[in-house]
């Protein structure tokens, strides 16, 4: 499948410096107190949900090569990775969940904004540097992985996800009291 919608680089890099600019602002007002404290619907605490919320631009970063093999594959064979995907929907949710939980103890508050905009800074030069061929290239994706993945997606779509992941749950957070 290849789409010919054109992609708004502009948009994307304007999406992606405002959720840095705001992680850096949510753990600056945090108090320590309510990082501790448990998100809502989810079993994170705010600081290891901050952690997954940086852990999606981390996640299109390790995708982009990925879609790039394989939406040179056969269809079908895109078609039938996305549902083995699918059908390991369980173990993924579990590390998914325990790697986030383990990984906020690494990038803590005094490491996570560092990582971000590390990886956030990459995920915005690669976008800067892609073709329009490339931005409209895709794969099938798991669908039961991530609300915001869908059956099929471009390039181009794929470095909007991390924003939509970031801002979904940063309505979970419950960081009332600032430092």
Same mark, same amino acid.
């Given at each position: 499948?290849?789409?010919? &919608?054109? %992609? ?7 999406? /992606?410096?405002? !959720? ?7 753990? !600056? ?7 501790? =404290?448990?998100?809502?619907?989810? *079993?994170?605490?705010? &600081? ?8 999606? #631009?981390?996640?299109?970063?390790? /995708? ?5 093999? %394989? ?17 390991? !929907? *369980?173990?993924?949710?579990? %590390?998914? #969940? #325990? ?9 803590? =508050?005094?490491?996570? $904004? ?5 990886? +956030? ?10 073709? &329009?061929? !490339?931005? =409209?290239? $895709?794969?099938?994706?798991? %669908? ?10 471009? +390039?181009?779509? /794929? ?10 749950? &940063?309505?979970?957070?419950? /960081?009332?009291?600032?430092?």
């Amino acid at each position: 499948m290849d789409r010919a &919608e054109r %992609v708004d680089r502009t948009a994307l890099a304007d999406e /992606l410096e405002r !959720t840095r600019v705001h992680l850096h602002r949510l753990l !600056t007002d945090a108090s320590d107190a309510s990082l501790g =404290r448990r998100s809502s619907g989810t *079993r994170w605490t705010n &600081e290891q949900l901050l952690f997954h919320m940086v852990f999606g #631009y981390m996640v299109v970063q390790a /995708l982009l090569p990925l879609v790039r093999v %394989v939406s040179r594959l056969p269809t079908r064979v895109g078609r039938r990775l996305a549902q083995v995907l699918d059908a390991g !929907t *369980r173990p993924f949710d579990v %590390v998914n #969940y #325990y790697g986030s939980c383990a990984a906020a103890l690494v990038f803590d =508050r005094s490491r996570m $904004g560092a990582k971000a905009d590390r990886v +956030i800074g990459a995920v915005s030069l690669r976008l800067q540097r892609e073709s &329009e061929q !490339t931005l =409209r290239q $895709g794969m099938f994706f798991p %669908v039961r992985w991530d609300p915001f993945f869908t059956d099929y997606m471009t +390039i181009g779509e /794929l470095y909007r996800y991390p924003t939509l992941h970031f801002d979904f749950h &940063e309505r979970q957070l419950t /960081l009332d009291h600032p430092r």
